[in-house]
Structures are given as structure tokens and as C-alpha cells.
């Protein structure tokens, strides 16, 4: 593909941010209508406890109050939904339990929500929360993970009579205890990925509103991606997809925490319709840390094999995973994912990955900033460096010693991974060329003679990426000559608008600035799979590619026509379609006026499903410095070589 200047691979800044560094963003609580009423939530300030009653009568009687609910005023509405149950070694389904709406009986994390409190001020909605009165029965609660297995833990669900989720496995044990048995050395370590808080700038918030003549709802939320809320949001709500529509304007970060359905999102839907008006919510900090989806939260032991060369035989892993009180979205599948990447860039052949998880009395637990990728790296790559230490091989070269090779693929890992292509020596001997790795004890030296201590580490990594659904969008031209993507990604600060703007450039040679996304309107956008799993750019941008390339030689036709030569003599250059060779011209704002450019013509459809995952890889470097009185630590040095493939645009 020829270069364009604005096109695919070229440094260009993002078309975004003048309105972003200008305070013109519109997030999701600028959007809110300003005859709203406001929504509060009571949430639990107990771990466990039972619910012996709630009197909400004094709080309903209070100033501005329009509506109260409880987990009693909704029982016509259904549970959270979680879309990815893992099955047990046996077979049998996992424990899966309710997931309300709003805490009947019993609540089981600090935080849970007991009652939705609506009035016409946010003041007079906390002063009304704070006159409900629970009759709060406090119980043992169990928090951790390896608590939660112990004999006589209180139980999250008692009905389960086990804390137990599910257990289940990648590879089989008979594979590789013999191995073990017999290998000339086994390293091993412990390690915990603790609990995250996602912790993005702007706190969730919906908009709830109801239209009683079409009996259509509307939702405005911040999110990762509006249809996959369009079909929870409705399920839950027991209507049909399209009687809701879901609307995302700017959002000031995801993490994959926005992606999922909360219980906040049917609530003020059916608030909105019992009240007659506009429903709206916005969390503060606290309940982020309360009520939001959390991250990672495993302690995973792993242990390898080694012959007396170093070279890695065999890998077990046993992943012990906090779930939380209840199941989230995505929440079992999490650590499952993790251990179907344990090996890593390393060619082992064997491998039982033991997955573990369990309930706690704690905030439900899902994707987070790579989805049980970042914790499996991390715990390779802590047990290669045991491995290099307790065996004398420098820790480069025990990973060079046992690197996949590019001559072994496409390869196929023990946990049923495909890699179709990856130079991982060769990321790792660049990373270290530019670290400057073989001068690193020159370095400390010079450091202790100024009395700090100096360390560098190294890391290599394969991630899996843009598995699953596909996209299907549009690139049209517009009647002023601009252009317009329309595409069920969701843009949460990655840059999304420019980087699909020089796809569209790069098969019209337009300037980016000239190109509009449309995204997070269901009305418009009607399939998506929205932003997660870093699948935007593999997945979304091949559907960009193929609607550009199907708009582009529509487009050809329609301006031969115009200059009365054939399309293949037609080429884009600056702006305009050209007749190659020649300065004749017209420009892209005249071919949309022409008599023949029907909707249909001026627009150029995309889909693209991905066959499988892909997997970009590479090697980290960092050197720091530590003063040994104050603790202090400075990273003096960071490089990184990624192997991402083909780059839209470095500046990203």
C-alpha cells in the first residue's frame, strides 16, 4: 500500500483533541436534562449481614421525594445476567447465583445496593437515604480467596454449601506429573495479582427516560460500547432490544470496567417510567470503589520443569480467583483466559493450568486492562527469572534458550493457543541493544559510588488479542464532501477518530480532519461489539478498510462518469478524483451532488469477523534507582520493543 500523508503509518496528530484540551468534551453527566430528577443509591456498610427489614416509610415522606424502591417494589424485573459461566472439569455447571438488582434478604459485600432512593435534588435524595431504616443482622463474612475455601468459612451462598465457583483445567495432570517426577530441576513461586479499582477520570453515570406513547426506553451511560448494553439492559428489563435505545457521548476512560451491565442501568429506566420523567444517576468516588466491577484479585503458584541444559519441559499453574459476592459479566472467564496464555512466547510442551474460583464477601471482580493476560505474563515471567537464578543462565538467555522459534510456526501451545507468526528472540535482543543491557553493571557501579542502589529487570510478553465478534459499519460520503464512519466501536481515549480517519485517507488521499465517526447511538449504530480486548484497531479497522476500499471504487465510477472516462482511469489525489495523468478534477462535494449519487452509492459497507486471535508480543526493560536511606525509587530507563504488526499511526 502506497504511503499517503495522512494516510496508514504516518505520525498524525490526534483530530480529537482540540475539543478534549479545550473543555468541550461532552460526557455523560453534561448530558443529562436539566428537569431531571436525581437517583441515589443505600448501599450495605456491611461485608455479610441479613436484611431483618427495611422502613422506608419517614424517607418517602421527606421534601422533593418522587420514588423509593426496594428489592420487593421490583420483583418483575430479572437479575443480572453473566455471559461467560465456566463449566467444571466434570461437566456439571458451575455455582451460579442470583445477581439482584437491588439486595433481597441478605448482602453480601460492603456496598451492595439495598434501596434507590429519586428525588428532585441529589441534597434532598441523601437526606431521604439517610432516613431509611435497615434492620441490618450482621454476619462472619470471608474476604480472600484461600479464607474462602477453609474448613468452616462462612458461606456466600449457602445454598451452594461451598465457596467454590468452579474448578477446572488446561492440559491434564497425568500429562505432567511424570515430568516433574524425573526433571533434573523444579523452580517455582507464589504469587498475588492483587485487587484493582479501575479508577477512571469520570465516574459511571445513566441517564434513565421513558416515552409512554411508543413505550421506548432511553438509556444514556457511559460505556465501552452501546449495543452489547442494548441486549442486557432489555433482557433484564424483559422488552424487546429495540424498545431501547442506548445512547454514549465522550467517555473519560473504560478499562474494560464500562463495559458491563449494572445494576444502576434498569433502574433508572424504571424509575423514569414510573415517575414520568428523566431519571438521572452519577457515581462518586466512593461508590466507584463500592459498586464497580473490580480487577484481577488471583494468587497463582506456578512451577516449571527444567532438564539440566534449562531447558523448560513442563509448566503447572494453579490460579486461585476471587469472583467477588456475585458473578459479573465476563467474571469466570477472566482467569480462565489467563491460564490458556500461562506459557507465554516459550515453547513448553506440557502444561496443566488449574483454574480456581471462588466466591468472597466482596465487590464482584471482571475484565480489567488485558482480562487475566497481564497476570499470567506476570507470573511467567517472575518464574523464568527464578529459573535463571536458581540454575546460573543468564536471564536473557534461558528466555533465548527457550523462546518459541520463527521456524516453528504456525504453533500450536499446550493450552490450545495458535501463534501464527513471532520473532521473540529477536524482540528481546533489540529491547536489550537499546537498554544498553551488556553496560548495565558500569552503570551501578557509577551509582553506588554515589550511594544509590541500581537494579534493571526485563520482561517479554505475548498478548491475545481480537478474538470473538466481529464489526460491521459504514464510510459514506457526505453531501459537503466530507466523510462519515459509522461503527460500533467505542472510543474511550484511545484515539479512535484519527486513527480510522487515516484508513478512510489512505484509500481517498483526504485530510482526516475531514472525516466524522459516529459511534455510541444504537438508533444508528445497529450491530457492535464495542471497545475491549484491544480488538478496536484489528478487528474495527478492518471494517473500515473494506468499506473505504467499497466506497472508493464507487466512488471512481461515479466521477467517470462525471469526466466521461472509464473508473480505472480515475485516481484520488488531494482531496478530489482525478483522471490520471491529467489536471481534470472533481471535487468530492460535486460527485455528492451528482444526479445518479444515491444514498447507497455514496456508502460503503464493511464486516469483518476475526478467524481467530492475534497476538502482538515483545520485550520490556527497566532500570531503576533506589536511595537505600529514603526508599525513594526512580525509573532512570524504560525501553520497549513491541512486535504490534502493521501501526496505523507511532504518535498514538
Known amino acids: 500500500m502506497k504511503p499517503k500523508k495522512f494516510g496508514v503509518g504516518q505520525s498524525v496528530r490526534r483530530v480529537e483533541d482540540q475539543k478534549f484540551i479545550t473543555g468541550a468534551g461532552r460526557y455523560n453527566a453534561d448530558a443529562l436534562p436539566a428537569d431531571r430528577l436525581t437517583a441515589v443509591f443505600l448501599r450495605s456498610p456491611h461485608a455479610h449481614a441479613r436484611i431483618g427489614g427495611i422502613d422506608t416509610k419517614a424517607a418517602a415522606a421527606m421534601p422533593g421525594v418522587a420514588l423509593i424502591l426496594t428489592a420487593s417494589d421490583i420483583g418483575h424485573l430479572k ?13 456439571n455447571e458451575m455455582a451460579q447465583p442470583d445477581y439482584p438488582l437491588l439486595a433481597r434478604n441478605r448482602v453480601r459485600h460492603v456496598g451492595d445496593a439495598v434501596a434507590m432512593i429519586v428525588a428532585v435534588s441529589e441534597a434532598q435524595a441523601r437526606d431521604a437515604a ?5 434492620d441490618y443482622q450482621p454476619e462472619n463474612a470471608v474476604i480472600g480467596s484461600k479464607a474462602a475455601l477453609e474448613k468452616g468459612a462462612p458461606l456466600v451462598w449457602p445454598d451452594y454449601k461451598t465457596n467454590l465457583a468452579f474448578e477446572n483445567a488446561v492440559g491434564k495432570a497425568a500429562d505432567v506429573d511424570p515430568i516433574f517426577a524425573s526433571a533434573a530441576r523444579v523452580c517455582s513461586v507464589e504469587i498475588v495479582n492483587q485487587r484493582l479499582v479501575a479508577n477512571f477520570m469520570e ?6 427516560e421513558y416515552d409512554a406513547k411508543t413505550k421506548r426506553y432511553t438509556l444514556t451511560t457511559s460505556s465501552q460500547g452501546v449495543n452489547g448494553l442494548q441486549d442486557s439492559v432489555s433482557g433484564v428489563l424483559g422488552i424487546e432490544p429495540a424498545s431501547l435505545r442506548v445512547v454514549t457521548h465522550d467517555v473519560g476512560g473504560g478499562f474494560g470496567t464500562k463495559t458491563f451491565i449494572y445494576r444502576e442501568y434498569p433502574l433508572v429506566l424504571e424509575a423514569a417510567k414510573r415517575c414520568g420523567r428523566a431519571v438521572g444517576w452519577v457515581a462518586d468516588r466512593t461508590e466507584h470503589f463500592l459498586g464497580d466491577a473490580q480487577g484481577r484479585d488471583n494468587i497463582t503458584k506456578a512451577e516449571m520443569a527444567l532438564d539440566k541444559d534449562g531447558k523448560f519441559l513442563a509448566m503447572r499453574v494453579h490460579i486461585l480467583a476471587d469472583l467477588g459476592a456475585y458473578l459479573s459479566q465476563y467474571g469466570p472467564y477472566i482467569p480462565w483466559l489467563g491460564a490458556t496464555m500461562a506459557t507465554g512466547p516459550y515453547d513448553i510442551a506440557k502444561v496443566h493450568a488449574l483454574c480456581t474460583a471462588v466466591y468472597t464477601h466482596s465487590v464482584p471482580v471482571d475484565a480489567y486492562r488485558g482480562a487475566g493476560r497481564p497476570e499470567a505474563a506476570y507470573v511467567l515471567e517472575r518464574l523464568v527469572d527464578v529459573c535463571a537464578r ?17 521456524a516453528q510456526m504456525p504453533y500450536s501451545t499446550p493450552t490450545e493457543r495458535v501463534f501464527d507468526v513471532g520473532e521473540f528472540e529477536g524482540a528481546m535482543r533489540k529491547a536489550l541493544e537499546k537498554a544498553e543491557w551488556s553496560r548495565f553493571a558500569a552503570r551501578r557501579e557509577e551509582a553506588k559510588k554515589r550511594g544509590s542502589l541500581r537494579g534493571i529487570g526485563m520482561a517479554s510478553y505475548i498478548e491475545c488479542t481480537a478474538w470473538g465478534e466481529g464489526e460491521t459499519g459504514t464510510v459514506a460520503l457526505d453531501k459537503d464532501g466530507g466523510f462519515t464512519i459509522v461503527i460500533g466501536t467505542q472510543s474511550n481515549g484511545q484515539g479512535h477518530a484519527t486513527a480510522y480517519a487515516q484508513i478512510v485517507a489512505q484509500h481517498l488521499d483526504i485530510d482526516p480532519a475531514n472525516v466524522r465517526m459516529v459511534q455510541g447511538d444504537t438508533d444508528i449504530v445497529k450491530t457492535g461489539a464495542g471497545t ?9 479497522a478492518v471494517m473500515v478498510t473494506r468499506a473505504s476500499e467499497q466506497l472508493a471504487e464507487q466512488l471512481r465510477k461515479l466521477a467517470g462518469e462525471a469526466l466521461e472516462v472509464a473508473s480505472g482511469d480515475i485516481e484520488f489525489a488531494e482531496g478530489a478524483a482525478r483522471v490520471i495523468g491529467t489536471d481534470r ?11 445518479q449519487a444515491k444514498p447507497e452509492v455514496l456508502t460503503g459497507g464493511g464486516e469483518f469477523v476475526p478467524p481467530d486471535a492475534t497476538y502482538p508480543n515483545g520485550t520490556h526493560v527497566c532500570e531503576v534507582e533506589i536511595d537505600p536511606d529514603t526508599g525513594e525509587t526512580q525509573i532512570v530507563r524504560y525501553t520497549v520493543c513491541d512486535d504490534f504488526g502493521m501501526t496505523l499511526n507511532p504518535l498514538l
Do not use: W
Open 532 to 540: 475491549g480486548g484491544s480488538r478496536s484497531i484489528p478487528v474495527g
Open 79 to 91: 437479575q443480572l445476567p453473566c455471559l461467560a459461566p465456566m463449566p467444571n472439569a466434570d461437566g
Open 203 to 208: 465516574p459511571r453515570s445513566a441517564c434513565g
Open 390 to 406: 536458581e540454575t546460573g543462565i543468564a536471564r536473557e538467555e534461558i528466555r533465548a534458550k527457550n523462546f518459541i522459534k520463527p
Open 130 to 134: 439517610e432516613a431509611i431504616h435497615v
Open 585 to 595: 478534477t472533481i471535487s468530492f462535494a460535486d460527485i455528492a451532488k451528482l444526479p
